[in-house]
């Protein structure tokens, strides 16, 4: 599973607690000193009210820390969250008299204090709470959902199903259980839930389905070995979570391109393969260059886009843009955007062309393709200004400005397991292969493996030098 609340996150919610609460504080020094009535007004010169700011912001952040108030949004519910909060605050007042007493700071104003208490809370509690349901209401609209394989149909597994299940703003959804027995699957397990197969199909249940994390919620012991399972789901760059049991020491696997974790899960412990992309820093700064570059970069180059459309159409008829249906995430599809180089009957008449096919591998390349449109045609390629309306694929969230090109799902459906997990990260606007010399005469097993090398060595360094390479690629003209 994903690391939803990475250090990045989680220093800027803390961040903001801290920053609420120093404008609650100077709130209360402002209406102690000049809004209350004249006989409760004012404020003498002493104490030094930094000093107590100061305390106040230490304490403060020993005690979020202490509550867990940065523990994911996704497994907990509103009350708990607002809760944790009213401990946190409470048990930061108690502290921060302790503390005045040990530091001989006195004289300091009780209401000035009980201002700033009230007003802590108010906004603490406004503010987790606008954010618990604007990410409750993102998520129950189908948003951002994930979707879980659970390995096994016993109580471990139905309690699993009720917590995701109960917890909708979690942006989970069980698309089904795997039993061992044959003579399972079909039967109901909870909440709609049903038996889909066997683990011994594992492998191609996941290559027919959406899948983001596979739990196994059953017992190791029940299993003569486990490990298969597990390599099978590792191979197609899926994230494997356990549901800790006394059997745990089965599991001798170890992962080749993960890592283990423990954490808190739907109410429980688990263990977790974590993603073969650890940086969760650095994917959450890659996702934000995404949207705002996407979303600047399309606005700078609208006259580019402008010149071109008008191009396409006076070079041949037809749409400017080429939609087509392309493969994402985990195998998520999605309307995939281009400017038109080919002419507008161009996949009817690719089945006249099948046997010109250059490419070894399920993708179809012609070098001289009688279907692209004279001179725009070329030009566009040949400067990849084609893949320019791909920023709206990006601020749509279906792609990335750096990852391995999408695929078309009758290619994916041709593919072998361990080039399947190309698909474990979002697909890019530019790539290792797409900045290569002589992209298009890589063989397919070769381009698969620059996807592959790119998702394993993934770093922010490693997407801007890309990115460079695709300005010299766009400047030179070496696409095709």
């Known amino acids: 599973m994903l690391r939803e609340r990475s250090k990045l ?33 004012g404020l003498t010169t002493e104490p030094d009210y930094y000093e107590v700011l100061f305390l106040i912001i230490m304490v403060w952040y020993l005690c979020f820390a202490y509550f867990k108030l940065y523990e994911s949004y996704r497994k907990q519910s509103l009350p708990r969250i607002l809760l944790q909060v009213i401990k946190a605050v409470s048990t930061g007042m108690v502290f921060l008299f302790l503390g005045l007493y040990v530091l001989k700071i006195f004289d300091v104003s009780q209401l000035l204090l009980f201002i700033f208490l009230l007003l802590d809370l108010g906004l603490l509690l406004a503010m987790k709470s606008t954010i618990y349901l604007v990410l409750k209401k993102y998520r129950s609209q189908g948003v951002n959902f994930r979707n879980m394989l659970i390995i096994g149909s016993r109580e471990r597994a139905k309690e699993l199903i009720r917590n995701v299940q109960s917890r909708e703003h979690s942006g989970y959804r069980v698309i089904g259980c795997l039993e061992i027995s044959d003579s399972d699957v079909g039967r109901h397990v909870e909440g709609g839930v049903n038996i889909i197969g066997t683990v011994d199909n594992i492998k191609e249940i996941m290559l027919g389905r959406v899948v983001d994390e596979v739990v196994f919620a ?9 490990r298969p399972y597990i390599v099978a789901v590792e191979e197609l760059g899926i994230h494997v979570t356990f549901i800790p049991n006394i059997y745990l020491e089965r599991l001798t696997y170890r992962p080749v391109r993960n890592r283990i974790q423990l954490q808190p899960y739907f109410g429980t412990f688990a263990i977790t393969l974590a993603s073969i992309e650890p940086h969760s820093d650095g994917r959450m700064i890659k996702s934000l260059i995404d949207y705002v570059a996407a979303g600047i970069g399309f606005i700078i180059l609208m006259p580019v886009f402008l010149i071109i459309a008008a191009a396409i ?12 249906l392309r493969s994402g995430l985990n195998g998520r599809t999605f309307t995939f955007y281009k400017f038109r180089t080919m002419l507008a009957d161009a996949d009817e008449k690719r089945r006249e062309l099948e046997d010109l096919n250059e490419s ?5 390349k012609i070098k001289n393709d009688p279907r692209i449109i004279p001179f725009i045609g070329y030009f566009l390629r040949r400067t990849s200004l084609d893949e320019l309306p791909q920023l709206i694929n990006i601020l749509r969230g279906e792609m990335s400005l750096v990852g391995p090109r999408p695929p078309i799902p009758t290619e994916v459906a041709q593919y072998k397991p361990w080039q399947r997990r190309r698909l474990s990260m979002k697909p890019g606007l530019t790539c290792i292969w797409q900045t290569s010399p002589n992209r298009n005469d890589i063989p397919f097993s070769d381009w698969m493996k620059l996807d592959l090398e790119y998702i394993d060595n993934w770093s922010l360094m490693l ?6 390479k695709t300005f010299k690629v766009i400047l030179f003209g070496n696409g095709r």
């Open 9 to 41: 996150i989680t220093n800027l919610h803390r961040l903001l607690d801290i920053s609420l609460t120093v404008a609650a504080f100077v709130s209360a020094y402002f209406i102690k000193r000049h809004l209350l009535p004249i006989s409760l007004r």
């Open 218 to 226: 059953m017992p190791l012991n029940m299993f003569d070995d486990p």
């Open 360 to 364: 070894d591998g399920p993708v179809f």
């Open 313 to 324: 159409r006076i070079s041949s008829r037809g749409p400017v843009f080429y939609k087509q």
């Open 463 to 468: 997407d801007f030098k890309l990115l460079l």
